[in-house]
């Protein structure tokens, strides 16, 4: 059963995951990307749009020419969940 | 010389192409599109994308699961232009 992290736990969360910050609800947490040019950002997104659909987790992210935004949140749990703390992870792990 | 449509121009441009409407500065056009989940709804951006490279002439979007916010607007002249025309025409080519 997914279970909503509790505001300390989300804090933690971005906390400990560079350049993310949690949205003014607390429900999300947010991450703004920016790359050479619109070629490389989108490229960035098919990456993680192949292991959203893996995971069966979705970003909610908006895109202007070099630049990505990102908003990870959990409909199910009305908050943030592990399932925002692994795809973060990925997303992470692949602009790193 | 790329140059601005006027406010006529631009009107008629929206009107000629369903679902699009003019943004509330005048200087972009909307349409929201609804597909049947995220990888139908990728897979339109990812064509979209290819030919906005192609064209040089890039969206700005925001995608949430299955829906695809578009805004198209061409900066160098502050306001809406043949290349908007043109993508736009491209998008309901493909969506059609």
Request: glycine share 4%; no cysteine; charged share 25%.
């Amino acid at each position: 059963m997914l279970e909503r992290l509790t505001p300390e736990q989300s804090q933690r969360l971005v906390s400990e995951l560079p350049g993310w910050a949690l949205t003014n609800d607390g429900k999300g947490m947010v991450k703004q990307f920016v790359f050479a040019d619109f070629k490389a950002a989108f490229a960035f997104m098919t990456q993680v749009a192949l292991q959203a659909e893996v995971m069966n987790h979705h970003p909610e992210w908006r895109n202007v020419y070099n630049r990505v935004e990102i908003v990870l949140t959990t409909h199910d749990v009305d908050g943030l969940s592990t399932r925002d703390r692994d795809l973060a992870d990925y997303i992470e792990h692949i602009t790193r």
